[in-house]
């Protein structure tokens, strides 16, 4: 092939690149916006901790203060000790992340309403439904809920202004008794992105007609002293506080800066408020956010710096966001054109250029422009697009340098050896070539399912200090995540100290028996090397068992009507799962598989047979296995 076709030929495939992207930018292609939304986690990452201003504390419901006051939910008269006791020490704003919906004795009940009228400075929260199921099966006439209405936004402009702001079924409010008394309302809901991570905070919650704030939003206002009046919802992408103007996209959703991972606020105790333990003047003048952070509790979420990170922590990064004023803004979508350009430029350069050549451009424009766009962030505040931009270098890229490859440049094996390279097997990718295997919903699905579970752990728990129990706690629930995420398996949640996993769901993994066995083989070889470290440094060595069972299951987003939906799944074979790690105690082992799971991956694991057993909920006995090892 002559030159000049080669540079023409360069042309038409940067033309068929760029026209393919913008086809599926203009389709809305989800799989594409989920990355772009792992980007911006990237970029916090590298970003670091931003210390927060001095305004905001956290009075948490710890292990320490579980332990110290008795289990969870406490009564009402606690709390009414814990309003009297902010204050006196002269908090500004109190802040509950905690729900009252239910009356108690009328002597705990007026407690908690008598400190809520003596404060006057506290903040109650909120519950929307925006499921038309949970709207109609709550029985919800319809009727105006007065005492939400002085809550609500009572400024508003540019209404005629496109807006989407969430529409609510239904409420779950706060018991009226103390509603009357609080300083105002505010919702605690949160909607994490399709890959379960929380990045935005809802600004406006419509309801009735009217729309509702967060608390984080509220108690900024409290602090400085702002009238509701002067709180302002602009349609048009804002929402003013005073002289504060807070960036919005068309959902009224706030972009949340984050300013680090877990405990970046201060956190103190509430048994140690309760027990006058704490430094003089810890919450004078200070924004008191109080909600839980204990394990036990699971209001864990997942957030660019964490995959478990209290939600009470969210409120107050969106405060100090608020207080602080430093906004991230995502920029006007100038995607469709910087795929043009990028595409274009590599077009027309990579036909003129030798392979080195190609290679250093197509690195050198990439890494410009991903510099480019963490300089945005970190300097300026601005999350600017870069899926698609840098999708059009990499197609742009490989697409020209495949078609010469198969025209010119046949014998250059580094090139084959580049592609091969770019190929990834992980769950990303499958879900970019078919979103379709993303789908949630309420499904069967034959799915694996695993449960590890700390043994004695109640008792360790109660010889030794929750500070140590705590840490231990976490390094090991840290560690035997990530081996989960190593095996492309889903997090179902903590319970305790006990975890669920599970693979074929939402993503179909035809191996997902197999990826399990492998999971708890890792889990174990991991177990050991920390109990040598736990051994060496002095600490308890914990030793868990693990259950896997492999059957047909309901999968998809369960959870109790007004307060929260999680990814989850459901019947008998997961109860069998469980049960399979309560025996690992009874035959002193590590690992035990049910047959069924052994079906699917007998040759290709080393077992002992440890006979049948009749477990509650299934009526034929069931043969199980000592998982040993699994083959290389």
Request: a neutral charge; glycine letters at 8%.
């Amino acid at each position: 092939m002559h030159l000049p076709n080669i540079k023409r030929t360069g042309i038409y495939i940067a033309l068929i690149v760029a026209v393919t992207l913008s086809l599926l930018h203009m389709a809305d292609f989800k799989i594409f916006e989920v990355l772009e939304a792992k980007t911006l986690d990237l970029q916090f990452a590298m970003r670091g901790v931003i210390p927060p201003g001095p305004e905001t504390v956290i009075a948490t419901i710890d292990e320490k203060s579980i332990n110290r006051l008795g289990r969870f939910p406490w009564p009402r008269s606690t709390w009414g000790r814990v309003v009297d006791r902010l204050t006196e020490e002269g908090a500004k704003v109190i802040v509950f992340d905690v729900f009252f919906t239910e009356p108690e004795a009328v002597a705990s009940d007026d407690l908690f309403q008598r400190a809520i009228m003596k404060s006057g400075r506290v903040v109650l929260p909120i519950v929307f439904d925006f499921t038309e199921a949970g709207y109609k099966e709550s029985g919800f006439t319809g009727q105006k809920i007065d005492f939400l209405l002085p809550s609500a936004f009572m400024a508003m402009k540019n209404t005629d202004h496109p807006f989407g702001a969430p529409p609510a079924k239904m409420v779950l409010p706060t018991l009226l008794r103390f509603s009357t008394y609080a300083k105002t309302l505010a919702h605690i809901n949160m909607n994490p992105d399709v890959d379960g991570t929380l990045r935005w905070e809802m600004l406006a919650v419509e309801y009735q007609g009217d729309y509702y704030a967060p608390i984080g939003l509220q108690a900024a206002r409290l602090y400085r002293d702002i009238p509701l009046e002067k709180m302002t919802l602009d349609f048009s992408g804002a929402v003013q506080v005073g002289d504060t103007v807070i960036p919005t996209d068309e959902f009224g959703r706030m972009l949340i800066n984050y300013r680090g991972p877990n405990k970046t606020f201060p956190m103190y105790p509430i048994s140690d408020l309760l027990d006058r333990t704490l430094p003089a003047g810890a919450f004078k003048d200070k924004i008191v956010l109080i909600g839980a952070t204990a394990i036990g509790i699971y209001d864990l979420r997942v957030t660019p710096f964490s995959t478990n990170m209290a939600g009470i922590e969210k409120h107050a990064s969106v405060v100090d966001n608020i207080l602080r004023g430093d906004f991230l803004r995502r920029t006007l979508d100038l995607n469709i054109p910087l795929i043009f350009v990028f595409t274009l430029i590599l077009g027309i350069l990579i036909p003129r250029l030798g392979a080195k050549a190609g290679a250093a451009l197509f690195l050198l424009v990439f890494a410009g422009y991903s510099v480019f766009v963490y300089y945005l962030f970190v300097s300026k505040g601005i999350w600017f697009s870069w899926i698609y931009p840098a999708s059009a270098l990499f197609f742009g890229y490989t697409s020209q340098t495949a078609y010469r490859f198969f025209t010119e440049e046949r014998r250059a094996r580094d090139i084959r050896k580049m592609f091969s390279s770019y190929v990834s097997k992980r769950i990303v990718d499958e879900l970019i070539r078919d979103p379709s295997k993303a789908k949630l919903g309420g499904d069967r699905k034959e799915i694996t399912v695993l449960f590890s579970d700390i043994r004695g752990f109640t008792n360790f728990s109660e010889k030794h200090q929750p500070e140590e129990v705590v840490s231990l706690l976490n390094e090991y629930l840290g560690a035997m995540t990530n081996i989960v995420f190593e095996h492309d398996g889903t997090l179902d949640k903590f319970v305790g100290d006990a975890i669920m996993a599970l693979w074929g769901a939402p993503v179909g993994q035809p191996d997902h028996a197999e990826r399990a066995c492998r999971c708890a083989v890792d889990m174990i070889k991991k177990l050991k090397e920390l109990q040598k470290k736990w051994t060496a440094e002095g600490k308890y060595a914990i030793d868990i068992g693990i259950g896997i069972n492999t059957g047909d299951m309901v999968v998809g987003n369960m959870g109790a009507e007004g307060k929260k939906m999680d990814y989850t799944v459901i019947g008998d074979n997961v109860n069998l799962g469980a049960r399979l790690e309560s025996l690992t105690r009874k035959y002193n082992n590590h690992i035990i598989i049910s047959e069924f799971t052994y079906s699917k991956v007998k040759d290709m694991v080393k077992v002992n047979e440890l006979g049948s057993v009749t477990v509650k909920g299934k009526e034929q006995p069931v043969v199980i296995y000592d998982l040993v090892g699994v083959k290389d």
